[in-house]
């Protein structure tokens, strides 16, 4: 592992070889905040010493949570590791619960928290964290210490300090241990070494299109407690690529700011994307809308392997419909988008790549610093469609007998915090089994299932519930979904219905409603979704095929407990939350 660097190397490889004047960039108190090169390690040695005057010593642990990607989290992940010390980010759309249990089971000594919101849930539990020595803010908060404190505290200090230690962190100890929202029980310790992440940025890189590297810019808004999103922050620094970090709520604003040339997403973010340019562009009349509707049939034909006529037609259709959908959306120079931590439809990777927004489309986990495999357009035969590419280098991935992903390579955990037994479970003969179900062909690996999610009817029949899931979705009209039928004699699906693209339907047959509700309770839109279900039902197998379903009165949420903060359904809480639609359809 050891030529593999430490995580907070890359940023000094950044100011040897390509300095930016803009290396991170965030809003402050409302205003967009740069940080060059030289002032992020400034920074970023101060709060090291700052550290190491409030006591902190290698191996010791400390939180991060942040509503919002910032540099401050950032300078924070660096300072912290370059004195051996361990981060535990954490998502701050956690519960009150979580976060005590986090905090307790990693004895977090200190605690970093970007804003008043986050000081309140923290403050809420830190009694009963006795290892919880103090909580800063990123943000000026009345009545909290300020994160400059502790840079303050290296006023009087010497930077040999610091460097002495940094030159005593191995590749291969102990960077950050993530704790994983998962779909049920309690958050795992994930544990990660320097070698784990950095080889994994060092190992995806050549996946991306070839980076401009001192005249990239990326817009980082995905959570950066999230491993998919902190390794491309790592990559992105040791390319040197000029980051601007925000959050979700203003992705479309900042992306129109920043015209950003790579950004990633998942696919719930993709979905909302392609639900309102479609609204937008059927919302012409005439000549507009026909060759709005052709633009978009040429688009959702593509795939890589396309050539002669259709070629001339995707031009005409970028040309005169797409170049117009880029310049709204603010993505004029964009040359990748990679998307992870759920399946995406098929139709969303051509209409998009059709588009000239290519979509790369990868698989991974925290357990492996994520990426094990990625799609790419920098090399032929190396992008299928419904698919999630080929692995990357130094990574093997092979399919075991009873169906599951097993992978081996330096990306992989060093296990589950404090519990050795789950670990065993989990990492066998050094291949890591995944839980996930899936077939390898022609070197591109395809997921169909999750192993611990498929279930049997009464007859014994088994059910891949998130393949069948995201066939459905293909629909237009359903954004979300959740396939049931454990132990019952048939599957039914419980149905989110777009309203965006159900309100356009409605005008386009004149249905009157008087709101979202009733428009949602009508006969006509329930015989609408049960069209869209009955022409996927020929795709799967007779005891797949959904026999019944209930339309939800609102989508699934994090604040109900029903997703994940990366956006996987946590099935056991939507059952409970609407056991009296399951018992409905099955005559309970």
């Not at 090169?37 to 040695?45: A, L, P, R, V, Y």
């Not at 709060?47 to 924070?76: C, F, H, Q, Y």
């Not at 060093?414 to 291949?431: A, D, H, I, Q, R």
């Not at 004699?489 to 309203?499: G, K, Q, T």
């Amino acid at each position: 592992m050891s030529q593999y660097k430490r995580l907070f190397d890359f940023v000094y490889h950044q100011r040897d070889h390509f300095p930016l004047k803009e290396m991170m960039i965030s809003r402050v108190a409302g205003s967009w905040k740069a940080y060059s090169t030289e002032e992020f390690i400034e920074k970023m040695n101060e709060v090291s010493r700052g550290l190491l005057t409030l006591g902190v010593k290698p191996g010791d642990k400390i939180a991060l949570i942040t509503t919002t990607n910032r540099v401050e989290w950032n300078i924070m992940d660096h300072a912290i590791l370059q004195i051996g010390a361990i981060d535990i980010p954490i998502y701050p759309t956690m519960t009150e619960d979580d976060y005590k249990y986090i905090l307790n089971h990693s004895e977090s000594i200190y605690c970093f928290v970007s804003d008043a919101e986050i000081l309140k849930k923290v403050k809420q539990i830190a009694a009963e964290v006795p290892s919880l020595k103090e909580v800063f803010t990123f943000e000026k908060v009345e009545d909290a210490r300020h994160w400059s404190e502790v840079a303050a505290l290296s006023k009087d200090t010497d930077q040999s300090e610091v460097d002495r230690i940094a030159k005593e962190v191995k590749a291969d100890d102990m960077a950050t241990i993530i704790y994983t929202s998962g779909t049920t029980g309690l958050p795992k310790g994930v544990m990660l070494t320097h070698a784990n992440i950095a080889s994994n940025a060092m190992d995806s890189e050549d996946r991306l299109p070839e980076l401009i590297k001192g005249d990239t810019t990326a817009l980082s808004f995905l959570p950066c407690c999230h491993i998919y999103e902190r390794m491309l922050h790592y990559l992105y620094i040791n390319n040197g690529v000029r980051v601007y970090l925000s959050g979700l709520e203003t992705v479309k604003d900042d992306l129109a700011f920043t015209t950003p040339h790579i950004f990633s997403a998942v696919p719930r973010l993709l979905e909302k994307f392609y639900d309102g340019v479609i609204a937008k562009g059927l919302a012409n009349t005439g000549l507009k809308k026909k060759i709005f509707q052709w633009s978009v049939g040429v688009a959702l034909d593509w795939n890589p392997d396309k050539g002669g006529l259709y070629n001339l037609k995707l031009a005409i259709a970028r040309k005169l419909v797409f170049s117009k959908v880029k310049t709204a959306l603010g993505l004029t120079g964009i040359k990748a988008v990679p998307s992870g931590s759920a399946a995406l439809q098929p139709r969303l990777a051509r209409f998009f790549t059709g588009a000239g927004i290519p979509i790369f489309e990868g698989y991974g986990l925290t357990e492996t610093s994520p990426v094990i495999s990625v799609n790419t357009l920098r090399r032929a035969g190396m992008y299928e469609v419904g698919c999630v590419g080929k692995p990357i280098n130094n990574v093997e991935v092979k399919i075991a007998e009873d169906g599951e992903i097993i992978c081996k390579g330096p990306n992989v955990m060093l296990g589950y915090y404090k519990n050795s037994e789950m670990t065993s479970e989990v990492l066998k003969n050094g291949w890591f089994h995944t839980g996930d179900i899936g077939v390898i062909e022609n070197g591109f690996l395809k997921i169909t299932d999750r192993k611990k999610e498929m279930f049997k009817t009464s007859g014994g029949k088994y059910i891949a519930p998130q393949l069948i899931e995201n066939i459905l979705k293909e629909s237009i009209y359903i954004e979300q979904c959740m396939v049931i039928g454990e132990n019952r004699n048939f599957p039914a699906a419980l149905i989110v219905v777009d309203l965006i693209t159900l309100k356009l339907w409605a005008e386009k047959e004149g249905i009157a409603y008087s709101s979202d509700a009733e428009l949602l309770s009508l006969e006509a839109t329930e015989k609408l979704i049960e069209r869209e279900i009955e022409k996927r039902n020929s795709r799967f197998g007779k005891w797949e095929q959904i026999k019944a379903f209930r339309i939800l009165p609102g989508a699934f949420t994090i604040d109900k407990g029903e997703i994940t903060p990366t956006l996987k359904l946590k099935r056991k809480k939507i059952m409970e939350n609407y056991a009296h639609l399951v018992a409905n359809i099955y005559h309970d």
